[in-house]
Every structure is written in structure tokens, then in C-alpha cells.
């Protein structure tokens, strides 16, 4: 199963008439229609196509997309997913990377509610890189928004296809809005399905991103306002790739000295 499904992508969008992803199935069927046809004629066509599901399709339902070239925001979205390679359902190099990104935003990162756009806030080098060398790979690159206030970190944003990239990784399993116990339940179900060097990508990231560091010991601690299911994931993953110990409470996860070695952080 894939990451990112196009019906579901679509559905992160709204409109005015019918189901998002029946608005791009009706495009698509009006784009296969030869390009001088109005659009009374396109709407005839596909009433009277015994191939489609569709019936008492009007002329206005596809007048903006065969009479002045416009396309349905979903239908956009969903192409851009395609193209880039966003929908794969195997391990590629961009699922792999939009992996690392989910799991980065539960650690480091936030989508906007109003607007899907994606930024991550990573305090270390490693995990920035990581970040930037994921946005590349998904095809949309990079770029840094400086903060002016010292209570606010330095964001990184993908360089174009923000809101729809945004939109792909909410449907891969990444938090938008506001992040808590009653919003971040759990990770996402395709990370006990991925290969284990994925999954060992995301132990690492969420450890060196998220944990606290003891300055007279190798143990870390993960704490931050999310419910108990999440540690419990979190501890599992930890606990899976390294083959040590990870503990996991009502408020956080504890990583052994021995797993954080086993994860090369120490």
C-alpha cells in the first residue's frame, strides 16, 4: 500500500459539488475529449458513455476546464504526486524520503492547519541535513525562513509544491495542526511494514531530534505532550532496530545508554 493514495490526497481538498476525487475522475474524463469540443458537447459525450460512471453530467460542471483551460487544485495535486513519484507503492528513494519527513515532523516539524505548508525546526546539523537531503529527494528542495524572535527556531520549507507536499504528508500519516496528546496518538501503521535501514532512519531521527541528552550519560529521554500509544510505537521502533532496551511511560520514552550506541548517537 502506498504512502501517499490519490483518492485520499484529493480529499484533502474541497468542492462546491461533488467528491473531490470525482471532481478528478470528471477531468480526466473531459481532457480525453478532442481538444475543439465545446463544452455542451464533452458533457454529452460523457453522459452518453456507457464506459463511466458518470450521469446528468451539465455543461457548467465542465465549462472552466474545457472552455478556459483551468484544472481542479486536486487534480494538480494529484499529478504533481505521480510525477514525482510520491504514490509509489514500494520503497523508492522518494517514499523513502517522504518517510523521513513524516517522522521528522512528528519530531521536529509542523504542517500548517490553514494551509498543509510543512516546516521542520531540527536543533542539530545532522537532523537539518537529513531534512534537506529528504525535500530534494521527494523533488521539491529547500529553503530556510529565519526567525527575528529568539523564542522561535529557524524553519526549513520545501522550496515549491509546499501545500500540496504538505497535503501528501498528511495523508502519509504526519500530524497537521497543533501537536498533543489528543491529536498524536500513535506512528503511522506503514512504519512496522517498512524495510529495517528505513526504519532504522527513523529510530535515529527521532532520537537525535526529539531526546534530551544527559551530560554524564549516554541515556536520552523523549518527552513532549503526546498520548501514550505514541511512546509506546516510539519505544517499540526503538526497541526493534537496536535490539536494546527502550522504556516507554504515560510522558515519554526512555532510551537506554545501550540502544542509543546501538543507534550510533553515542
Do not use: C
Not at 489528543?182 to 535501514?197: E, I, K, Q, T
Amino acid at each position: 500500500m502506498p504512502l501517499v493514495d490519490s483518492e485520499a490526497l484529493a480529499r484533502t481538498y474541497k468542492h462546491r459539488s461533488k467528491d473531490p476525487w470525482d471532481a478528478v475522475r470528471l477531468y480526466r474524463e473531459a481532457a480525453e475529449k478532442p481538444a475543439d469540443w465545446g463544452s455542451q458537447r464533452v458533457a454529452s459525450a460523457i453522459n452518453g458513455d456507457q464506459g463511466n460512471e458518470f450521469e446528468g453530467i451539465s455543461r457548467g460542471e465542465v465549462r472552466a476546464w474545457v472552455d478556459h483551460g483551468s484544472k481542479p487544485d486536486a487534480a494538480r495535486a494529484v499529478d504533481v504526486a505521480r510525477e514525482l513519484g510520491w504514490d509509489a507503492d514500494v520503497w523508492t528513494v522518494p517514499v523513502r524520503a517522504l518517510a523521513k519527513l513524516v517522522i521528522g515532523g512528528y519530531a521536529f516539524g509542523a504542517i500548517n492547519g490553514r494551509n498543509y505548508v510543512p516546516s521542520w525546526s531540527p536543533d542539530d546539523s545532522e537532523s537539518e541535513g537529513d531534512i534537506e537531503t529528504a525535500l530534494t529527494r521527494v523533488g521539491v528542495g529547500s529553503q530556510h525562513v529565519e526567525r527575528e524572535s529568539d523564542r522561535q527556531g529557524d524553519e526549513i520549507r520545501p522550496g515549491r509544491h509546499g501545500t500540496r507536499l504538505g497535503r501528501a504528508l498528511v495523508v502519509a500519516g504526519a500530524p497537521v495542526g497543533d501537536k498533543n496528546a489528543g491529536s498524536v496518538r500513535g506512528l503511522p501503521d506503514w512504519v512496522d511494514a517498512a524495510p529495517m535501514v528505513v526504519r532504522m532512519d527513523l529510530a535515529v531521527l527521532l532520537v537525535r531530534g526529539r531526546a534530551i541528552e544527559y551530560p554524564a550519560k549516554a541515556t536520552r529521554r523523549i518527552q513532549s505532550d503526546r498520548g501514550s500509544r505514541y511512546f509506546a510505537d516510539v519505544a517499540a521502533l526503538i526497541e526493534d532496530v537496536s535490539g536494546k532496551v527502550a522504556t516507554a511511560s504515560g510522558s515519554g520514552v526512555t532510551v537506554s545508554a545501550d540502544a542509543v550506541r546501538e543507534l550510533g548517537l553515542a
